[in-house]
C-alpha cells in the first residue's frame, strides 16, 4: 500500500482505523500510519467512534467520524474540531442550502441509496435518485455505498455516475416492498425534498408528498 502511495501522492487517501480500537491501539495505529501524513496530499482516517477519532485530530491528523450525523449539535461538533469529512444523513439530507452554507472545506458524504438512520428507510427518509445527484452537488461532495457484495457496490456506483436508473426504485433503494417505477418521478420530486428540512417528522406538521408518489405507485 505505501508503494502505491508514494507512486500516486496526488490521490485522495480513506484509511479506516480499527472497530473499537482502545487508547494503546490507537497509539500504535497512528505511529504506524504517519508515514502516510508524510507522503500523502491528500488523507483521512475514518474512525468508528468519537474517542478515537478526537483523539487523532488532537494528534494533528486528518480524520473524519465514519457515522451518520442527522442534528446540528453533533454536525457543529465536528466543524469545531475540524473534521475532514461529515457524513450526514436524516433530516440533515433535507436541509441542502444551509450545509452548502455551513460546511467550509469540510468535505461532505451521503450514502444516496440507503438510509442508516435506526428504524428508518420509508417514503420520506433521505436518499437521492441517480437523477437527481446533481441537484445536490453544491452540498455534497463524496458519494459512497454500504453494499455487502463489491459487484452490487460497483453497479451501484455505475447507476449514479450515468444519472439514470430504469426499473423499480426498490431495485436501486430499499424503501418498501412495492415496486414502484422510477420513470414516476418527476423532476419536482428532488426539488421538493432539497430544503424541505423533512418536517413531515415534526410533531403537528403533515406532509404525504413523498409516501403519494409511492402510493400512486403501487397502484399503478
Known amino acids: 500500500m505505501l508503494k502505491f502511495i508514494k507512486e500516486n501522492p496526488q490521490k485522495r487517501y480513506l484509511i479506516e482505523l480499527p472497530n473499537s480500537i482502545k487508547q494503546e491501539e490507537i497509539d500504535k ?3 504506524e500510519l504517519k508515514i502516510i501524513k508524510d507522503i500523502a496530499s491528500d488523507y483521512t482516517f475514518s ?3 468519537l474517542t478515537s477519532f478526537k ?3 488532537k494528534r494533528g ?3 473524519f467520524l465514519a457515522l451518520p450525523v442527522t442534528d446540528w449539535e453533533l454536525f457543529n461538533d465536528l466543524m469545531e474540531y475540524g473534521a475532514s469529512d461529515i457524513w450526514i444523513d436524516g433530516a440533515l439530507g433535507f436541509q441542502t442550502d444551509a450545509i ?3 460546511k467550509d472545506n469540510v468535505q461532505i458524504r451521503v450514502v444516496p441509496n440507503y438510509s442508516a438512520v435506526i428504524g428508518d428507510m420509508q417514503p420520506n427518509s433521505f436518499y437521492i435518485r441517480p437523477e437527481d445527484l446533481d441537484k445536490y452537488q453544491k452540498a455534497i461532495d463524496v458519494v459512497f455505498f454500504r453494499e455487502k457484495e463489491v459487484s452490487r457496490e460497483e453497479v451501484c456506483f455505475t447507476i449514479y455516475k450515468r444519472g439514470s436508473f430504469i426499473g423499480n426504485i426498490e ?3 430499499p424503501i418498501t416492498r412495492e415496486p414502484t417505477p422510477n420513470a414516476l418521478f418527476k423532476e419536482d420530486f428532488a426539488e421538493t425534498r432539497l430544503n424541505c428540512r423533512q418536517s413531515c417528522k415534526v410533531p403537528g406538521h403533515q406532509c404525504t408528498y413523498c ?3 409511492f402510493n400512486i405507485g ?3
Open 29 to 31: 495505529a497512528i505511529k
Open 47 to 49: 474512525c468508528h467512534d
Open 55 to 57: 483523539e487523532t485530530r
Open 61 to 63: 491528523y486528518q480524520a
Open 100 to 102: 452548502a452554507r455551513a
Open 171 to 173: 431495485d436501486l433503494i
Open 211 to 213: 409516501r403519494t408518489y
Open 218 to 220: 403501487r397502484n399503478i
